[in-house]
């Protein structure tokens, strides 16, 4: 299904992105980082999973830029991701040796318009977007055997053992409030592995857990009969339609599960800010960015350079968990994408926040 909020201009900027790249090109033989340093700023602390994801890309990207610049990761943590994200836009010159990686967890606060974000993704370049994958799954004591039987589930309260109301869990959130689900949020888990123990524990019962977690630790309660999965997030194509993940083809993704429900597709404000915190959590979760006023001809080095990682086979044959199956959006893909990570139209932003508030205490000003 089309993301309803925000592709109705991607024929528009794949034509600009084309023209640009038209006229940008014969400039790039004038970039050369020989001898430089670049640093890949990530706004988390070291070992988290964009960490890790920035460390995997490093050494690819310095073979593909020219000169092969070291290139090397520089961790600013602090609020959730705000602080570092702030210093960048601060501090980056646009020069081509500061570079970003963000994820769903910068981009959220920005969307709700919390008053701490200092940041303007549209005025930033960006030159890749990384998406992942999650599924929803619950007990087989519940008695439903797919997403075609979550009727049954009318009138029985499930628990969420919950990161945070304006965490990633609030995707999860989002889906269950616009099927129609009565879910208790229980907050205070410090990760998604600690909302899986809570399901086994049997304190939990309804849960998510990333494409490698699912693989990893919920695949072998499926197959022991003990969970049974209702439907991944799905991942966005580049015109943002919503297509099955190409990890879990056999599972139905959000809107097929609802179609199921419901017996039409999803629609509404709700659905709008669903849309846009899915595609900005999962489908376009992880934007690489250079500063505002980066000179075109570097911009364009970037784009070549990330489109040349990913098509590197040493890359293909080690991406395993890091990367997973996703495509990973270079060239005209990343203006779409790009778009459904970092825009939310104001009606849902306030629906959001209004939600956030009279339901979970959370105020954002």
């Given at each position: 299904?089309?993301?309803?909020?925000?592709?109705?201009?991607?024929?528009?900027?794949?034509?600009?992105?084309?023209?640009?790249?038209?006229?940008?090109?014969?400039?790039?033989?004038?970039?050369?980082?020989?001898?430089?340093?670049?640093?890949?700023?990530?706004?988390?602390?070291?070992?988290?999973?964009?960490?890790?994801?920035?460390?995997?890309?490093?050494?690819?990207?310095?073979?593909?830029?020219?000169?092969?610049?070291?290139?090397?990761?520089?961790?600013?943590?602090?609020?959730?991701?705000?602080?570092?994200?702030?210093?960048?836009?601060?501090?980056?010159?646009?020069?081509?040796?500061?570079?970003?990686?963000?994820?769903?967890?910068?981009?959220?606060?920005?969307?709700?318009?919390?008053?701490?974000?200092?940041?303007?993704?549209?005025?930033?370049?960006?030159?890749?977007?990384?998406?992942?994958?999650?599924?929803?799954?619950?007990?087989?004591?519940?008695?439903?055997?797919?997403?075609?039987?979550?009727?049954?589930?009318?009138?029985?309260?499930l628990v969420y053992a919950s990161q945070g109301a304006t965490s990633l869990d609030?995707?999860?959130?989002?889906?269950?409030?616009?099927?129609?689900?009565?879910?208790?949020?229980?907050?205070?888990?410090?990760?998604?592995?600690?909302?899986?123990?809570?399901?086994?524990?049997?304190?939990?019962?309804?849960?998510?857990?990333?494409?490698?977690?699912?693989?990893?630790?919920?695949?072998?309660?499926?197959?022991?009969?003990?969970?049974?999965?209702?439907?991944?997030?799905?991942?966005?194509?580049?015109?943002?339609?919503?297509?099955?993940?190409?990890?879990?083809?056999?599972?139905?993704?959000?809107?097929?599960?609802?179609?199921?429900m419901h017996g039409e597709a999803p629609s509404g404000v709700a659905f709008d800010?669903?849309?846009?915190?899915?595609?900005?959590?999962?489908?376009?979760?992880?934007?690489?960015?250079?500063?505002?006023?980066?000179?075109?001809?570097?911009?364009?080095?970037?784009?070549?350079?990330?489109?040349?990682?990913?098509?590197?086979?040493?890359?293909?044959?080690?991406?395993?968990?890091?990367?997973?199956?996703?495509?990973?959006?270079?060239?005209?893909?990343?203006?779409?994408?790009?778009?459904?990570?970092?825009?939310?139209?104001?009606?849902?932003?306030?629906?959001?926040?209004?939600?956030?508030?009279?339901?979970?205490?959370?105020?954002?000003?």
């Open positions: 299904m089309k993301n309803p909020l925000r592709f109705a201009r991607s024929a528009s900027v794949a034509l600009v992105a084309s023209v640009t790249l038209a006229f940008a090109m014969p400039a790039q033989a004038q970039v050369d980082f020989s001898g430089q340093t670049v640093e890949w700023w990530i706004p988390f602390s070291e070992g988290g999973g964009s960490d890790v994801w920035a460390r995997f890309y490093a050494p690819y990207l310095s073979e593909s830029l020219p000169g092969n610049p070291n290139v090397i990761i520089r961790n600013v943590p602090g609020g959730g991701s705000i602080t570092g994200t702030n210093e960048f836009v601060a501090r980056a010159a646009p020069d081509g040796l500061s570079i970003i990686g963000t994820s769903g967890s910068t981009q959220f606060p920005y969307l709700l318009g919390d008053s701490r974000v200092r940041y303007e993704y549209a005025d930033l370049e960006p030159v890749l977007v990384s998406p992942t994958g999650g599924v929803v799954y619950i007990p087989a004591s519940l008695g439903v055997a797919d997403a075609s039987e979550l009727g049954k589930l009318e009138g029985t309260q609030l995707v999860p959130m989002l889906a269950f409030e616009v099927l129609g689900l009565d879910v208790r949020h229980v907050f205070g888990m410090t990760g998604r592995g600690d909302g899986r123990l809570a399901f086994e524990r049997g304190e939990a019962t309804i849960d998510y857990q990333t494409s490698s977690a699912y693989l990893t630790n919920v695949v072998p309660l499926v197959e022991a009969g003990e969970a049974v999965p209702l439907f991944s997030y799905g991942v966005l194509d580049s015109l943002g339609n919503v297509q099955r993940d190409p990890t879990f083809p056999d599972i139905p993704h959000f809107v097929e599960a609802y179609e199921m800010a669903y849309m846009a915190f899915f595609g900005s959590g999962f489908a376009a979760q992880k934007p690489v960015m250079l500063p505002k006023g980066t000179p075109p001809e570097i911009v364009e080095t970037y784009r070549r350079a990330f489109a040349d990682a990913v098509a590197n086979p040493d890359l293909q044959a080690a991406k395993g968990d890091i990367l997973g199956e996703y495509d990973q959006a270079v060239y005209d893909d990343v203006a779409g994408l790009y778009e459904v990570a970092t825009t939310i139209d104001p009606e849902a932003r306030e629906w959001v926040r209004n939600y956030l508030s009279e339901n979970h205490n959370v105020t954002l000003d």
